[in-house]
């Protein structure tokens, strides 16, 4: 990637890399709750898809409050993006979706009722990336350690 590349460019370039995030909501007085979920897909502006159980707590929240925000990290990159969330009966992205880990939270599978999907569509976002990778971002690590000056990552605050 190179420095002049477009903030979007480079936020679709890092979502696919994400297996799983951490989405917050807020319940009905305003507290705030974070939970592990699995990334079904990650769109190029920034929507995301996961697989919920209509009657947890995330679809809950979400019902009441839609605000939420989705925090995702891997080894050399990192994002946060804040967005409107809502639950989407659609059977056949359901089945699109689909693997043998979920029969873990829904034994009876996709055609449990209780088997939905929650969209977020993200409206505005960060990230911060390291360049080269794991190994890159170790060589900066040192050489900042060694020189004493900061280490230079890539930082980008944008709205979809």
């Given at each position: 990637?190179?420095d002049?590349?477009?903030?979007?460019?480079?936020?679709?370039?890092?979502?696919?890399?994400f297996?799983?995030?951490?989405?917050?909501?807020?319940?009905?007085?305003?507290?705030?709750?974070a939970?592990?979920?699995?990334v079904q897909e990650?769109?190029?502006?920034g929507?995301?898809?996961?697989?919920?159980d209509?009657?947890?707590?995330?679809?809950?929240h979400?019902?009441?409050?839609?605000?939420?925000?989705?925090a995702?990290?891997?080894n050399d990159a990192?994002?946060?993006?804040?967005?409107e969330a809502?639950?989407?009966?659609?059977?056949?992205?359901?089945g699109?979706?689909?693997?043998?880990t979920?029969?873990?939270?829904?034994?009876?599978?996709?055609?449990?009722p209780?088997?939905?999907?929650l969209?977020?569509?993200?409206?505005?976002?960060?990230?911060?990336?390291?360049a080269?990778?794991?190994?890159?971002t170790a060589?900066?690590?040192?050489?900042?350690?060694i020189?004493?000056?900061t280490y230079?990552?890539?930082?980008?605050?944008?709205?979809?």
């Open positions: 990637m190179s002049t590349e477009d903030p979007r460019t480079t936020l679709a370039e890092l979502l696919p890399d297996r799983f995030a951490m989405v917050t909501t807020a319940d009905a007085d305003g507290k705030l709750t939970r592990p979920l699995t990650a769109e190029f502006d929507d995301l898809w996961f697989v919920v209509r009657e947890s707590s995330v679809a809950a979400v019902g009441e409050r839609p605000g939420v925000g989705v995702l990290s891997t990192w994002v946060s993006l804040a967005g809502r639950i989407v009966d659609d059977r056949a992205r359901l699109h979706y689909w693997s043998s979920l029969e873990a939270w829904f034994p009876d599978g996709p055609d449990d209780r088997v939905t999907l969209r977020i569509d993200a409206v505005s976002g960060e990230y911060w990336s390291s080269g990778g794991r190994v890159a060589i900066g690590l040192i050489k900042s350690k020189t004493g000056e230079e990552g890539r930082n980008e605050k944008l709205d979809l």
